[in-house]
C-alpha cells in the first residue's frame, strides 16, 4: 500500500506563485508515475502535470509554460511548482502514483490540497 500526502496549497493572488509536495510512504516496490490532478467544483478531475521516473513530464495545455513538475526517486517524493496563476487554477489538487504490483498498475491518491487564486 501507498499513501501519498501533499502540502502547500493555499490562497494566492492571480500572477502569484504556489508549490505544492507529495510524499510517498509505507511499503512497497518502485513507484512508476507520478503526478498532480485537480478538481474544481462540479468538474472531473483532471490531469495537470504527470512525470515518468526517467524524467519526462507530460503537461495539461492550460498550464504549460506555468507549472513545472519534478521528483526524486530516492525520496519518492513530487513536487509542482506553479507560477502565474489564475483564477481558473482555482482547485482541489490531488498527487497520484502508479506503480505495477507485479500483475497490474495500480493507481494511489492522496487526500488533496486546496489552491485558491483570487484577488
Known amino acids: 500500500q501507498v499513501q501519498l500526502v501533499e502540502s502547500g496549497g493555499g490562497l494566492v493572488q492571480p500572477g502569484g506563485s504556489l508549490r505544492l509536495s507529495c510524499a510517498a510512504s509505507g511499503r512497497f516496490s518502485s513507484i512508476n508515475g507520478m503526478g498532480w490532478y485537480r478538481q474544481a467544483p462540479g468538474k472531473q478531475r483532471e490531469l495537470v502535470a504527470r512525470i515518468t521516473r526517467t524524467g519526462n513530464a507530460n503537461y495539461a495545455d492550460s498550464v504549460k509554460g506555468r507549472f513545472t513538475v519534478s521528483r526524486d526517486n530516492t525520496k519518492d517524493t513530487v513536487s509542482l511548482q506553479m507560477n502565474s496563476l489564475k483564477p481558473e487554477d482555482t482547485a482541489v489538487y490531488y498527487c497520484?502514483?502508479?506503480?505495477?504490483?507485479?500483475?497490474?498498475?495500480?493507481?494511489?491518491w492522496g487526500q488533496g490540497t486546496q489552491v485558491t487564486v483570487s484577488s
Open positions: 497520484n502514483a502508479d506503480r505495477f504490483d507485479g500483475r497490474r498498475f495500480v493507481d494511489y
